[in-house]
Structures are given as C-alpha cells and as structure tokens.
C-alpha cells in the first residue's frame, strides 16, 4: 500500500485526485497539507486523514511514501525536489516544471535516488485512447499522415493561478501541454517543433493563446492549438490515407463520461459507442505499480524530459505576438 500525502487543497486534488485515492486499495490517504489551517483541518476531517500546516512538515512525514503535487506550475520544482530529498516518490501535476533544465534536475534527483517522478496527464490512461490505437493498428485508417488536437477553453476567474506569471502560468503550460503530450503518444519519436505562436498579454506576461507545428523524425507532423481565451475544444484527429479518427472529448473524459469515437473510412462514418472509464483511478494504479517497477520508473523520466523539451522548444521557436493581446476575466 502506498502512503501518500497531498500538498495543498487544490481544485484538481479533490476533484479528481483524493476520492480515487480514498477507493483504491493500493493507497491509503496519510495526510493533507495547506498553507491554511481552515483549509487542512476542513479536508483533513472530510476524508479521514492527518493534516499538517506546511507543507515542508507533511512532506517529512515519514509514515508518508509518495507524494502528490497539486501546486501551481511555478511551485512543483521546490516541493518536488524537498519531496525527493526527503526519499519519497512524487507524482507532479501537469506542466511538470516551467523550465527544461530544472526537469532535468528533478529527472536526475530521481534517478540517483531510485524513486519514481510522474507527471500527471490522465487521459494517456483513459481506455478510448486504447481503442483508438487499436483501430489504428488494425490498419482500418491507413497509414497515419497527421495528427491534429485542440485544446482550450473560456476565461478564468481574474485571480486564477493559470494568469500568473511568477506561478507558471500561461496557456502553453496548463492547455497546450495535453496536444503536445497527445502528439507524442500516437506519432511516437523524437519530435521537435517547427514553427510555433504565443499570443501573450503584455501586462500579465502570460501567454493566452497559441498553437504549433511539431514533427517527428520520420517527417510526420502534428498541427496543435490552445487557449484560455477561445471557444471549448478538447479533441484530436488522425487522419490516415484510408480513414479518419475523431475523439471529441479527448482530455477530459470523467468517469460518469460515455466517449464517442468516430471513424470515418470508405464513405462512411460510425460512432464508437465506448464504455465509461476512470482515468484518474487508472493514473494512480500506474503511479502505484512504477514504484514497484524500475522499467516504468524510467519511462516516466524519459517521458519527462521528451515533453518539456518539445514544451522549451516551443517557447524558443514562437512568434510572440503581444499587440492588441488582453486577457479576457470571466
Ligand atoms: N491533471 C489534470 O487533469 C489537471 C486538471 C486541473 C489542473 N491541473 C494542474 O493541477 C495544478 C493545480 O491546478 P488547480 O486548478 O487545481 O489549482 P488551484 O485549485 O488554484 O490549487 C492550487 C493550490 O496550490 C496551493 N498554492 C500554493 N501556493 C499558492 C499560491 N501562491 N497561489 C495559489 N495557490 C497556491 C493552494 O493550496 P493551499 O492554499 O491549500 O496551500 C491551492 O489550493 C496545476 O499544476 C494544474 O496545471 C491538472
């Protein structure tokens, strides 16, 4: 069983993260951190577990093995690297870090120390992706000419983590990441980024919305967009020689979510009535076995360093576009 505890009272954790944890029994919530003693106390009694009011002291718990990391962006490299010192195994949110370098470091940290470093895209473990892969190998698309995905949605609320420059914020981190991730699951290879744009808010120097050209090294290209000042889309398309795959809610299918796959292929299009599934729960049975597992221990690393560096490249390639650029609050 893994003894975990969790930093900070965040949306993500307790909307998707603990009431997984409280279920599965490869884990067992040990106690829950907060910068505030309300906050900790609160959740701490909701879910029947310890709670502590800094973080530093949760994370040298020592009947705690794994950590998770709900922070804003900026924060994960400080907490994921004290998580390490103190030996234990961290599961990170997505972006992992904002800087590649310092992905790197935390890759490195974790390596030397045997312990597993995850970072967290759910969706890799939601069954449709497996069915579409399955329908992809059957040959029933042809050979995969490219790939597409769009993820981005409405304005936040002003004060949103997501707005913040020294938290990490911008677009590309928090929506962009799951295209990128996308891409590299279903075109596979090293790949690298041929053109990119960043519209960024000049006042906030955060990027709001974007989009980028990414290629593998067999030529195939990947075509992705992002934002949180657009019209919603969660999606990816494959288009082969024979056929096409849409998924229309790619990154964000919750347990309760009945997915639809369409194929279109010889003149015809089927929609894939797919069953419901849990990623989040299937994430933590991942997390949870690469403890015990060296092999997917160094996937996880490897898969890391492949995502930030295409995450840098971007940055360095784009086109910055500041003029007339304003973040738009809900
Ligand atoms: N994998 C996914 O599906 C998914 C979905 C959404 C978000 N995320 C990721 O999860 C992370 C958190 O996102 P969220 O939307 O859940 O954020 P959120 O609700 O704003 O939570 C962030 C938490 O960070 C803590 N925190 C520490 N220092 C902070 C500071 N200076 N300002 C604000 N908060 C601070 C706060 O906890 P305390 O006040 O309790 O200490 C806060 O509750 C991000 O990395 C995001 O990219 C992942």
């Not at 040298?60 to 010192?85: E, M, Q, T």
């Not at 304005?155 to 990490?168: A, H, Q, T, V």
């Not at 229309?248 to 369409?262: E, I």
């Amino acid at each position: 069983m893994v003894r975990i505890g969790i930093l900070g009272c965040a949306n993500v954790a307790q909307r998707h993260i603990i009431p997984n944890v409280l279920v599965l029994p490869e884990y067992s919530l040990t106690a829950i951190a907060s910068r505030n003693k309300a906050k900790s106390t609160h959740l701490a009694n909701l879910y029947n577990c310890r709670k502590e009011d800094s973080y530093e002291s949760l994370i040298s718990r020592p009947d705690i093995d794994a950590i998770y990391i709900p922070l804003p962006v900026g924060l994960h490299h400080f907490w994921a690297k004290k998580a390490l010192d103190f030996g234990k195994h961290v599961l990170v949110e997505k972006s992992f870090t904002h800087d590649l370098d310092i992905a790197c470091e935390l890759v490195e940290l974790a390596t030397q120390k045997n312990l597993v470093v995850m970072e967290n895209f759910m969706f890799l473990y939601h069954s449709q992706q497996i069915y579409v892969k399955g329908e992809i190998d059957s040959g029933l698309i042809g050979d995969v000419r490219c790939f597409r995905s769009s993820f981005g949605f409405p304005p936040l609320s002003r004060d949103n983590i997501r707005y913040k420059k020294e938290l990490g914020g911008g677009s590309l981190l928090d929506a962009g990441a799951y295209p990128i991730r996308a891409s590299q699951m279903f075109l596979g290879g090293s790949m690298s980024v041929s053109a990119a744009s960043l519209f960024v808010d000049p006042k906030l120097d955060v990027d709001i919305f974007g989009g980028a050209f990414l290629t593998n090294n067999a030529g195939l290209f990947s075509e992705i967009a992002f934002g949180f000042d657009n019209f919603y889309q969660c999606n990816y398309e494959i288009w082969g020689s024979l056929g096409k795959i849409t998924v229309s809610r790619a990154f964000t299918a919750g347990p309760d979510f009945l997915p639809q796959v369409t194929v279109e292929h010889q003149g015809k299009e089927h929609k894939a009535q797919l069953p419901t599934d849990n990623h989040a729960k299937n994430m933590l049975r991942e997390f949870s076995y690469a403890i015990k597992n060296q092999e997917k221990r160094i996937r996880f690393y490897e898969e890391i360093i492949d995502q930030a560096k295409i995450i840098h490249d971007v940055h360095v390639k784009a086109k910055k576009v500041t003029e007339g650029i304003h973040a738009g609050f809900n």
